[in-house]
T-cell receptor, first 108, second 113 residues
């Protein structure tokens, strides 16, 4: 079982819609959780991090963490074509593990 | 302030050669990470430094790979006797400490012919 699992997609949403990206992790001792965005040919860029159960909002982005169910999600409201990228989930268990990423396409 | 920088941006080498990849972290960041990323995959952990010491090198694939950070700032990833399978983008990231978020450099694309 992989430490971090993500649906590779591709996920397509129309412009203005909500994009929902999900991630599950295997280590219950995981301490912190991160979402990165990666454009093709570029390096990962931090979007959000979350440490505690519940929701954390930053602009159009909301990260949700449920430690009991071992999942973390990212919601993108009012999706824009510029949001089209691969979204990587990362989990810190004492070592950082990344998922393989979910490819998101926002259709104008 | 300046972000993480990596040099070279691209490196093409021949099988069997030695290469060095450099990472200059964000000033003041004590945690430094090296990852390798192949097409369609997430970053694969290689090694983590806290200060000058390698706190976790469990991700290094074999003894051809070695990394140093002698003064707790710049780090060099060294690959001996390169193989075609070493071709990938090598990413460096730094953070304030091991718990907090990491910031990535632009990466070095290594191609072994």
């Amino acid at each position: 079982q992989k430490e971090v699992e993500q649906n590779s997609g591709p996920l397509s949403v129309p412009e203005g819609a909500i994009a929902s990206l999900n991630c599950t992790y295997s280590d219950r001792g995981s301490q912190s959780f991160f979402w990165y965005r990666q454009y093709s040919g570029k390096s990962p860029e931090l979007i959000m991090f979350i440490y505690s159960n519940g929701d954390k909002e930053d602009g159009r982005f909301t990260a949700q963490l449920n430690k009991a169910s071992q999942y973390v999600s990212l919601l993108i409201r009012d999706s824009q074509p510029s949001d089209s990228a691969t979204y990587l989930c990362a989990v810190n268990t004492g070592q950082f593990y990344f998922g393989t990423g979910t490819s998101l396409t926002v259709i104008p | 302030g300046a972000g993480v920088s990596q040099t070279p941006s691209n490196k093409v080498t021949e099988k069997g050669k030695y290469v060095e990849l450099r990472c200059d972290p964000i000033s003041g960041h004590t945690a430094l990470y090296w990852y390798r990323q192949s097409l369609g995959q997430g970053p694969e952990f290689l090694i983590y430094f806290q200060g000058t010491g390698a706190a976790d090198d469990s991700g290094l694939p074999n003894d051809r790979f070695f990394a140093v950070r002698p003064e707790g700032s710049v780090s060099t990833l060294k690959i001996q006797r390169t193989e075609r399978g070493d071709s990938a983008v090598y990413l460096c990231a730094s953070g304030r400490d091991s718990r907090n978020e990491q910031f990535f450099g632009p990466g070095t694309r290594l191609t072994v012919l």
